[in-house]
């Protein structure tokens, strides 16, 4: 018996889905647990910037002179310097120090790096960056990766070009003809796109390919089969063969292909020590299993990049579009049990389904069953979309794609190769009436070390406005760790403007919090409720609530502001990634009877940046 990759992505996406979306709401029918509540003691409180000394200021300068410039910018006004002036002198010496690293990128052609330097220089309103800007420098990014035979990357890296900015004609010209000679139809629509509005001629050779559709059988010469052969595992007390079957694609002429990381994981997990062999299969050769290697992958977004020396059929390009529609038809190809070259239909039925940490899902109801993760979803054009990564198992017709918009986003880095990092500002974000404000900051984070402060409410990112969290998130998957941005933030009727130096955000950010913080404070970002401590000892938590955010499960819940309750039983699963709380409350709601309440939050939150 196959083990088979949706299965175990479905029960691993379902329950995080519900947890995530569906508060677990229970009232308790047995006798109360322990009166004494599992509550968390708080670590020692990371330190905040204003709490640096001076020698460890310089010598952060030297080693990281980006994560310098905010802790100095916080010890304005303490006593841990002399004067501003020698602040001033160590702000211009970190400041220095990035722009001689912008000019060593450039020397160095590494264009990615001079891109995130570029950025925090920009950040910073330096004036080092001389001719260059952020279209000029993705320009040459693009044409470094171009001659380096990495095509895809370099039409991702000149996608974003002109979407940032002019360039100049004979550079859209070539690239355009290059999308034409690669046969690329999804760059050569973009790219003609920006040359007709902007006056550059498209050949009628070039329009008559761009208008051509893709018939599905040459498409599905493209799609592949993905083996994970796992050895044997123990069912009952007998050995059964363990395997992880999926689907994947081609998205380069080299043997490239993209799939979903939980399709491969045990080739990557160092907790995972078991025996773990990759393979693929194509259409042409369905009795042979070609080696695979991972290349990159995205455990966040559940992406992976795979290379086989197979020579594809078919080779699928990313189109980028991001306006779905309710009732747009979209097919999926893959390998349900199994089954090579599937194809199946349906329509979109939802959009920004919060399914993922930092972006959105779409929902479709193609039937997509076990084996179709990490298959290819396209439009009633043709055109590639998305990759579909996950189903719930208990309900048909409840599936899930990842838009093709994020995997444009983080594809050059993994072709880079090895796990992606994201960065973070370090805190939970609420949203309301067109305003994103600080809802909880996690210990420790760049956030907290600059004291953001709850109820902050963000209003632009380095100068670009800010209206929900997905547009910060999508903001930053474009930045790297160490990157300085500006954050325009008005508290409390004042508008401030803070420096910050984004971390490498951990793979599970609130279990830290779990650690570090009181379980008094931990209600507000997992439950949703604000509350002050009545009684604290050993024997008795008891607390009052002082304000519930809407759409919380505490609001789901019915718990009113005011509403006394006593902590009952606070536990932390990291291995089911789960909060469970128990409460004793009297709510207001119900006439103040005493009653038992047990709530349950994921640890894998999607408001945090």
């Known amino acids: 018996m196959n083990q088979l990759d949706s299965k175990t992505s479905c029960s691993r996406f379902s329950s995080r889905g519900c947890l995530l979306r569906f508060s677990f709401l229970a009232i308790a029918s047995s006798v109360l647990m322990a009166s004494c509540a599992a509550a968390p003691s708080p670590v020692q409180p990371a330190p905040r910037y204003s709490e640096a000394k001076k020698e460890d200021v310089r010598k952060l300068i030297e080693q990281n002179p980006a994560q310098a410039i905010p802790v100095i910018a916080a010890l304005r006004g303490t006593k841990a310097f002399a004067s501003d002036t020698e602040l001033d002198d160590l702000y211009g010496r970190s400041v220095s120090l990035m722009e001689g690293m912008f000019h060593e990128s450039l020397n160095g052609k590494d264009f990615t790096q001079a891109l995130q330097t570029f950025g925090s220089l920009s950040a910073l309103k330096s004036q080092a960056e001389g001719d260059w800007s952020t279209t000029t420098l993705l320009v040459a990014a693009a044409e470094k990766s171009f001659q380096a035979g990495d095509h895809v990357v370099a039409f991702l890296y000149f996608l974003k070009a002109i979407e940032s900015g002019r360039v100049d004609d004979k550079t859209v010209a070539l690239y355009l003809d290059r999308a034409y000679a690669d046969r690329n139809r999804a760059m050569s629509r973009s790219i003609a796109a920006y040359a007709l509005a902007h006056s550059v001629p498209v050949s009628d050779e070039i329009k008559a390919f761009e208008e051509t559709k893709t018939d599905t059988t040459e498409m599905m010469k493209g799609a592949v089969t993905i083996w994970v052969n796992r050895g044997m595992r123990i069912t009952n007390g007998v050995g059964v063969p363990d395997r992880v079957i999926g689907s994947g694609f081609f998205i380069d002429g080299r043997g490239y292909l993209l799939t979903n990381y939980h399709v491969i994981q045990s080739e990557v997990d160092?907790?995972?020590?078991g025996y773990s062999r990759l393979f693929i299969r194509t259409p042409d050769m369905k009795d042979d299993r070609i080696p695979a290697k991972v290349i990159g992958w995205d455990k966040s977004f559940d992406l992976a990049l795979l290379k086989t020396e197979a020579v594809p059929g078919f080779v699928f390009s990313f189109t980028g579009r991001d306006s779905f529609r309710p009732g747009d038809r979209i097919y999926a190809i893959g390998s349900p049990v199994g089954l090579e070259n599937t194809v199946t239909s349906g329509i979109v039925s939802a959009l920004a389904r919060p399914f993922l940490e930092m972006g959105d899902a779409v929902q479709v109801d193609a039937p997509l069953n076990p084996g179709n993760s990490g298959g290819p979803l396209l439009d009633s054009d043709g055109q590639l979309v998305g990759i579909v990564f996950a189903g719930i198992e208990q309900y048909s017709g409840l599936n899930f794609a990842i838009s093709s918009k994020y995997v444009m986003e983080l594809l050059p880095r993994l072709f880079a190769g090895g796990e992606?990092?994201?960065?973070?500002?370090?805190?939970?974000?609420?949203?309301?009436?067109?305003?994103?404000s600080v809802q909880y900051v996690i210990p420790g984070s760049p956030a907290y070390g600059l004291g953001l402060q709850q109820d902050d409410v963000v209003t632009a990112i380095d100068g670009?406005?800010?209206?929900?969290?997905?547009?910060?998130?999508?903001?930053l998957l474009s930045c790297s760790s160490d990157r300085i941005i500006s954050l325009a933030i008005r508290r409390t009727g004042a508008s401030l403007n803070v420096l910050v130096a984004l971390g490498e955000r951990p793979e599970l950010p609130m279990a830290s919090a779990t650690d570090r913080d009181?379980?008094?404070?931990?209600?507000?970002p997992f439950f949703g409720m604000s509350v002050t401590a009545t009684t604290s000892n050993i024997f008795e938590h008891?607390?009052?609530?002082?304000?519930?955010y809407k759409g919380s499960s505490a609001d789901e819940a019915g718990l009113s502001e005011n509403d006394p309750f006593s902590l009952q039983s606070w536990q932390v699963d990291k291995k089911a990634k789960a909060v469970i709380?128990?409460?004793v409350v009297k709510k207001k709601k119900d006439g103040f009877l005493e009653s038992i309440l047990q709530l349950v939050a994921p640890l894998e939150m999607d408001n945090l940046a």
């Open 542 to 548: 008891s607390y009052r609530i002082d304000r519930i």
């Open 518 to 524: 009181s379980s008094g404070n931990l209600l507000v």
């Open 420 to 436: 992606v990092k994201h960065p973070w500002i370090g805190a939970m974000f609420s949203e309301d009436k067109g305003a994103v």
């Open 464 to 475: 670009k406005p800010v209206a929900t969290v997905r547009q910060l998130q999508d903001y």
């Open 581 to 583: 709380l128990q409460i």
């Open 270 to 273: 160092p907790k995972y020590e």
